[in-house]
């Protein structure tokens, strides 16, 4: 059940910050889950799960409500990210936790550096 808490906690946090910022499960769910125990590829595929559900649905609804939603980007985002799933795990499958690691810290700070010091 603890399990289930810690889920719970970490998808409330997760999506209050992608309502609030449009940010995908990975930037907040995946490091939360390694924190929680989890290998990085465990992560990875928990956090994929995730989003079988219709999980931003109702986000979607109130920002598109708004008119805040372009859906020609959208179309072209899912069409992109279920293909770019597929090679990704493809690709994760290959390489060692340690790897995969790294590389999503060095995803991490490039983004963190972006929204830091390139604002506009």
Known sequence: ???????????IA????SGLFGIGGGILIVPALVFSGLTQH?????SLAALVFPVGLL??????HRHQVRMLYAVGLAIG???????GSKISGQI???ALSRGFGVLLLAASIRFLFFVR
């Open 1 to 11: 059940m603890a399990t289930v808490s810690i889920g719970v906690a970490i998808g």
């Open 14 to 17: 997760a999506g209050v910050l």
């Open 42 to 46: 465990e992560a990875s595929g928990t």
């Open 59 to 64: 986000g979607l609804l109130d920002y598109a």
């Open 81 to 87: 990210l279920t293909g770019g799933a597929l090679i």
């Open 96 to 98: 060692s936790n340690e």
